[in-house]
């Protein structure tokens, strides 16, 4: 069965207990994943008895994508190298780190990797999504910055 969910129950039984997994072909709830999902390799290394630490690596999967500049859709190939995150069943212990970096270890002593997976693919976008012709045509970007400049300065003219 395909899933993201990892039992890490013999994990906790000791501290600096590591396993390594390869994952392929996951597809998980989210909107803009296209099949076959998302390929993955991870370690796992338990910090102690009630806590996991996962090292993501070489997360690859293709998303739609629509240009924010000629609004075409298009597929995009994203990979992540490298995402690390903290699975605990202790969160008390992480009460000073950002909430978004630290998962949960469930009643059942799984882990479930779909939302730090989103995560890790989502930190990939750019500020501006532009499908592949347009990346192509950026020199034409260099014009547009060029007029917006050009405005502001003249904004600053009247201002005085
Ligand atoms: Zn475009």
Same mark, same amino acid.
């Given at each position: 069965?395909?899933?993201?969910?990892?039992?890490?129950?013999?994990?906790?039984?000791?501290? *600096?207990?590591?396993? *390594?997994?390869? $994952?392929?072909?996951?597809?998980?709830?989210? @909107?803009?994943?296209?099949?076959? /999902?998302?390929?993955?390799? =991870?370690?796992?290394? *338990? $910090?102690?008895?009630?806590?996991?630490?996962?090292?993501?690596?070489?997360?690859?999967?293709?998303?739609?994508? %629509?240009?924010?500049?000629?609004?075409?859709?298009?597929?995009? @190939?994203?990979?992540?190298?490298?995402?690390?995150?903290?699975?605990?069943?202790?969160?008390?212990?992480?009460?000073?780190?950002?909430?978004?970096?630290? $998962?949960?270890?469930?009643?059942?002593?799984?882990?479930?990797? /779909?939302? %730090?997976?989103?995560?890790? =693919?989502?930190?990939?976008?750019?500020?501006?999504?532009?499908?592949?012709?347009?990346?192509?045509?950026?020199? @034409?970007?260099?014009?547009?910055?060029?007029?917006?400049?050009?405005?502001? %300065? *003249? /904004?600053?003219?009247? $201002?005085?």
């Amino acid at each position: 069965m395909k899933n993201t969910k990892i039992k890490v129950a013999d994990l906790l039984k000791e501290t *600096s207990k590591e396993d *390594s997994m390869q $994952f392929e072909e996951v597809m998980i709830t989210l @909107s803009w994943l296209r099949e076959p /999902g998302i390929k993955w390799d =991870i370690h796992l290394t *338990s $910090f102690n008895q009630d806590t996991i630490e996962a090292k993501l690596t070489n997360i690859t999967c293709d998303r739609d994508q %629509s240009c924010e500049k000629c609004n075409k859709e298009f597929i995009k @190939s994203v990979r992540c190298d490298y995402y690390e995150t903290t699975f605990t069943n202790n969160p008390d212990a992480f009460e000073d780190e950002p909430e978004d970096e630290i $998962f949960p270890i469930d009643d059942n002593l799984n882990i479930d990797l /779909g939302e %730090s997976l989103r995560q890790a =693919i989502e930190i990939q976008q750019p500020i501006t999504i532009l499908c592949y012709d347009c990346i192509n045509q950026e020199p @034409s970007d260099d014009d547009d910055n060029e007029q917006e400049e050009y405005f502001e %300065s *003249s /904004g600053n003219i009247t $201002f005085h």
